[in-house]
């Protein structure tokens, strides 16, 4: 099992551009988050999903946009890149326990 | 969610115990103390979680106080592979959309 798989690993864009960072999971798990983490901080939830077809905001949403057709993949959006959203993204997955799973994250330039 | 508050860093020695304190001195009756961990550069990793009773698994164990005011992570044989960012986080279970709220962590270097 591949377990969380982020594509891509590494990405610069320059300031406007959009991309679209997808999130796999192969563990049939119903909840999906997407995380950001700036260098010597904790992770910042910036929307997540409780089941396919369904997404919600958490704590910085602003200027992301998620989709969750499928109950194994999660895309994150940036329609407009900004300098400030240059950090490391992780994706996790989770059931109805108490752990989450995280993946290896995708390194992200806005330059 | 009650916050957490941690040592921004402490240093063990490879072979002793390590001992990560935690306070969460406003967590409400129903919330449960997790510990995650993040080591450079990879995503968190789950470790321990518990209500009020000690909890113990094969990566650590979990001491919370009798008032659940604050918590102590052990490592009980630190290696230099637990060199690595932990985080206490303090949740409601079940909570609306099983969310986590990290926090800034407590930054362990294992020397040798």
């Known amino acids: 099992n591949a377990g969380v798989t982020q594509t891509p690993k590494f990405r610069v864009l320059k300031t406007g551009q959009s991309m679209t960072l997808l999130c796999a999971q192969d563990?049939?798990?119903?909840?999906m988050y997407w995380y950001r983490q700036d260098p010597g901080m904790g992770l910042r939830l910036i929307h997540y999903?409780?089941?396919?077809?369904?997404?919600a905001k958490g704590e910085v949403p602003d200027g992301y946009n998620v989709s969750r057709l499928k109950k194994q993949n999660f895309l994150l959006g940036l329609e407009s890149a900004a300098p400030s959203q240059t950090s490391v993204y992780f994706c996790?997955?989770?059931?109805?326990?108490?752990?989450?799973?995280f993946g290896p994250g995708t390194r992200l330039t806005v330059t | 969610d009650a916050k957490t508050t941690q040592p921004t860093s402490m240093d063990c020695a490879e072979g002793r115990a390590a001992n990560l304190p935690c306070n969460h001195s406003t967590i409400s009756g129903n919330e449960y103390v997790y510990w995650y961990r993040q080591i450079h550069s990879q995503g968190p990793q789950y470790i321990i979680h518990g209500l009020k009773n000690n909890e113990t698994n094969e990566m650590a164990s979990l001491i919370i106080t009798e008032d659940r005011k604050s918590s102590t992570l052990i490592l009980p044989h630190a290696t230099l592979r637990d060199t690595a960012v932990y985080y206490c986080?303090?949740?409601?279970?079940?909570?609306?959309?099983?969310?986590?709220?990290f926090g800034g962590g407590t930054r362990v270097l294992v020397k040798p």
């Open positions: 996790a997955t989770a059931d109805a326990s108490y752990e989450q799973y």
């Open positions: 563990m049939n798990h119903e909840y």
């Open positions: 999903s409780v089941g396919e077809g369904t997404t």
């Open positions: 986080i303090v949740r409601v279970d079940p909570a609306a959309g099983n969310k986590l709220t």
